[in-house]
């Protein structure tokens, strides 16, 4: 399985970015996936997860805030992300929540005013 990530890009605080990530690969659909996020110099750090659209986690720094939605039918999982911080800059991943795929190239969210 292949993951490409993108829509990242520069918003001011405040703003919203909705992030996708593109799977190929039958499994899909049976794989709980997750967004991750990592800072220069931090380790990557877990920001959703979901199973099916009535089961997903947040993190607490970003919960109320973000929403990770899937479409099986296009092998993509998504991150709406709202009222976004300076502290949200990172770039952006997604995996399996376990991280047994090969890792994307991710994508640069920079909040800044």
């Known amino acids: 399985v292949q993951l490409v990530e993108s829509g990242g890009g520069l918003v001011q605080p405040g703003g919203s970015l909705r992030l996708s990530c593109a799977a190929s690969?039958?499994?899909?659909?049976?794989?709980?996936m997750a967004w991750f996020r990592q800072v220069p110099g931090n380790q990557r750090e877990l920001v959703a997860s979901?199973?099916?659209?009535?089961?997903?986690n947040y993190a607490d720094s970003v919960k109320g805030r973000f929403t990770i939605s899937r479409d099986n039918t296009k092998k993509t999982v998504y991150l709406q992300m709202n009222s976004l911080k300076p502290e949200d800059t990172a770039v952006y991943y997604c995996?399996?929540?376990?991280?047994?795929?090969?890792w994307g190239q991710g994508t640069l969210v920079t909040v800044s005013s």
């Open positions: 690969g039958d499994i899909f659909t049976i794989l709980t």
């Open positions: 979901i199973i099916s659209p009535g089961s997903t």
């Open positions: 995996n399996t929540i376990s991280r047994a795929l090969s």
